[in-house]
């Protein structure tokens, strides 16, 4: 089986593919040597290989050599050239040998290295890929190698590839010798001649190297009738890999069928002569199914608006697509100040439904659902939410308020106790001027216990905020977030409630000689 595919490619490479390769590939692989011979100085042109007198040229510039008429980078002679190794991938289409019908094409990885003599660099080329484009079928074969400094390269044989696609981004210009990655649409013309893919439209396409066009055509010529009425927007969406929302039909027997529309929507899309692709498919989809029925100039309308298609589908379980866009243009109208662009309002809406859901508030509710100021609305739930998420934590901070209790202790003027509430937490961040507010779902689950350090006869005045886990300090911190000098009061207290609090029993036995009185 192997064999009878190798057998759709000729033995080596054409001279068109050497002269490609030359000519075109490497266009910008061209460089003049330059050389002193007394005080006169020689260039010598490696692509039409004459040497001739300058005017002196420097290192690096660019000249035009007055032999062929070549743009070529200058380079000195004398210099180093080691790393002088100009490297390129490049795409060459042909007929099977085997089979006229068939079209092939070949990845060939190319080199021209400069780094020893340069008057006698010649293009080294090997094949990287093969491909086999038929109907319903293609293949991709590759194989790995090397190419060394000796001037040889070494590749093992081709192997079948699960599925085809391209080198283009292997070979990139990450690599600052690789200095092109291109492809012969000339060498396209004449292969796809008297081939079914011909018909494809491929004349429109840029993509890559083109194999993955030829790929997806082989397996939906549904291409063809979205080229030719073009449409061609949606194909370049399905080979760039974005989102086409479910929308096509690929397999589809008719145009009607691959776009799901029907005759009458179509011949309404093209004589708004409105551009068709994947979103404003799907938006003409959504507004059909849920009974909108938007113009196509409408859509239109909707889909020059920057959004993310799953943020208007959230909207959509609870409205139409017309009501959602109707409302959401109010808004923008009557609070300009507070949205922006249509994306700041939809995604504000968004975010008020998820907090609607987990407030049990009924969205059947007109009132609820549209609210007149969708901004103001927004906050009310914000606050709704925290309240009840502090009112949470709050219930699992008490159930752990046996435990923390034991944390209490006083020692020379200062006490320290746990906090007791979200809301202590959040006041002591905004007094202290430090992060201690976020803590509070850690704290409620036992992650993190937080302590303040209070002075007895200031009992409610801030003074430092300690952090324990596991029965280990791993800070304390004062007002601006500031750490607690050494030798001072808080020092001392710390040193003190480590070794009463926090010390296991039996080692607080053995250290208690060293502890500060």
């Not at 291109?182 to 439209?201: C, H, N, Q």
């Amino acid at each position: 089986m192997f064999t009878e595919y190798m057998d759709h490619f000729p033995e080596g490479l054409s001279p068109d593919i050497l002269r490609y390769a030359t000519e075109m590939v490497f266009l910008h692989s061209r460089y003049i040597f330059t050389r002193r011979q007394g005080k006169q100085q020689y260039g010598y042109c490696t692509h039409c290989k004459q040497v001739f007198k300058t005017d002196g040229y420097s290192h690096n510039s660019s000249k035009t050599c007055p032999e062929c008429n070549s743009t070529c980078t200058v380079k000195a002679s004398g210099l180093g050239r080691k790393k002088l190794i100009d490297e390129a991938y490049f795409v060459y289409y042909e007929k099977s040998t085997k089979d006229p019908g068939v079209i092939i094409a070949r990845g060939v990885y190319a080199v021209r290295d400069y780094s020893e003599n340069y008057y006698c660099v010649q293009t080294l080329c090997v094949e990287r890929t093969r491909y086999i484009f038929t109907m319903g079928k293609c293949l991709m074969f590759e194989r790995y190698g090397y190419y060394s400094m000796a001037k040889t390269m070494q590749f093992g044989t081709f192997d079948l590839r699960k599925s085809v696609h391209s080198l283009f981004g292997q070979y990139n210009a990450d690599n600052k010798r690789f200095i092109a990655t291109k492809y012969s649409r000339e060498s396209i013309s004449e292969a796809v001649k008297d081939t079914p893919f011909s018909w494809s439209g491929w004349e429109l396409y840029h993509h890559q190297d083109m194999v993955k066009f030829f790929d997806l055509y082989s397996k939906y010529p549904s291409i063809e009738y979205l080229t030719k009425l073009g449409f061609e927007d949606v194909v370049k969406a399905k080979l760039a890999g974005e989102m086409t929302y479910s929308t096509i039909n690929w397999r589809g027997k008719n145009l009607f069928k691959v776009l799901r529309l029907s005759k009458k929507e179509f011949n309404e899309i093209k004589a708004s002569k409105v551009s068709l692709d994947p979103l404003f498919l799907k938006l003409m989809q959504l507004s059909r199914k849920d009974g909108s029925n938007l113009s196509p100039t409408e859509i239109h309308a909707l889909r020059k608006q920057q959004f993310h298609l799953n943020d208007l589908l959230i909207t959509l379980k609870h409205t139409s697509l017309r009501r959602s866009f109707n409302y959401l243009n109010g808004q923008l109208e009557k609070h300009s100040k507070r949205f922006t662009n249509f994306y700041n309002a939809l995604t504000t809406w968004r975010d008020y439904i998820a907090d609607c859901i987990a407030l049990e508030m009924d969205l059947k509710e007109e009132m609820v659902l549209f609210p007149r100021n969708l901004y103001t609305a927004h906050q009310n739930t914000i606050k709704q939410i925290k309240l009840n998420e502090d009112k949470a934590l709050n219930v699992k901070i008490k159930l752990r308020a046996p435990h923390l209790k034991n944390y209490y202790f006083e020692h020379s003027g200062l006490f320290i106790r746990a906090a007791e509430s979200t809301g202590e937490l959040i006041n002591e961040g905004k007094e202290q001027h430090h992060c201690v507010g976020n803590y509070g779902a850690r704290y409620a689950k036992g992650e993190v216990d937080i302590l303040f350090i209070r002075k007895i006869d200031e009992p409610d005045k801030p003074y430092f905020t300690v952090e324990i886990r596991n029965k280990v300090i791993w800070q304390a911190r004062g007002k601006n977030n500031c750490s607690y000098p050494p030798c001072g009061d808080v020092d001392q207290f710390i040193k003190i409630f480590t070794h009463q609090k926090l010390t296991p029993k039996k080692k607080k036995e053995r250290v208690m000689v060293s502890v500060p009185a």
